[in-house]
């Protein structure tokens, strides 16, 4: 008979179908129109019905299948019994069917961490703009981004009345990532995505010293790191401190499966131990491929006022 799943793979069959379930509590938040939008820090940083719903189903589910993993999730709410209808059990078999990369094979549940943002992209989901938003599942052992799951609730949702809406992209370090089309950016063209709505003199002057062709600027950490694995963007640049451990987690997971690059400004890497300071304060600087290009046209005096 076969062998069962090893635990890893477990954790990300289950967290596909916990972030199906997250997109459609963002959608009927969305669709019965009661956001329940509450400034946390200020005007720029939101928290909706959406983000606490979607963060409840998210956390309670997996710790319900997998109860000795340490799940941290990006809005402080109490714990709260949560209701049934918010529990998803289900996992995606497909993955269930791929062998687990062999370094991690032996992983134990308590040596996992997981990392929830439950709505990437909340401003640009109470403006609207819908294809910004995503839902971050990343997990994380020996604090290194092992694999992640990032769902797009409204993918797809310019393409008319009929068109299904959402999809969940997923991978696996050692082993790929799944649900969408990698595509590199134009050869030659620097086109860097950066920040919608933390803008400031600093992101600026990094941009401009890269001297790019294009800049886009979107709001969401998953969504950025989606514009460089479909080739819309050949950097994602942010010299500032607002991004935090559960923004990147799961969409570094997914780039490093196809052989991208992420960390902060200055070049250092990320760390995802379940006792790291959740602010990513010098910034990110991601790519999927070319990442040394970007790098060394970083200016040392944006270098210098950014602190790890």
Known sequence: SMASP???????????SVAEKAATIVRNVMSAGDLGIVEKAG????????????????????ARKFPKVTIIGEEELPNDDVSEDLIEDGHYEEILKKPCPAQYTGIKEEELVIWVDPLDGTKEY?????????????????????????????????????AVLGRTIWGVLGMGA????????PAGKHIVVTTRSHSSALVNECITALNPDHVIRVGGAGNKIIQLIEGKASAYVFASPGCK??????????????????????????????EVKHMNSAGVLATLRNYDYYASRIPNTVKESLVP
């Open 126 to 162: 109470t403006e609207g703009l819908l294809d910004h938003v995503t839902v971050l599942i990343g997990i994380a052992y020996g604090g290194k981004a092992i694999a992640g799951v990032i769902n797009q609730p409204y993918y797809n949702y310019e393409a008319g009345a009929n």
């Open 245 to 274: 451990k559960w923004d990147t987690c799961a969409p570094e997971a997914i780039l490093h499966a196809v052989g991208g690059k992420i960390t902060d400004i200055r070049g250092n890497s990320f760390q995802y131990n379940k």
């Open 43 to 62: 005007p720029n940083d939101l928290q909706t019905k959406a983000d606490r719903l979607v963060q409840m189903s998210i956390c309670a589910s997996l």
């Open 6 to 16: 090893a635990l890893l793979m477990r954790v990300v069959a289950s967290a596909y």
């Open 178 to 185: 799944f649900g969408f089309q990698l595509t590199e950016a």
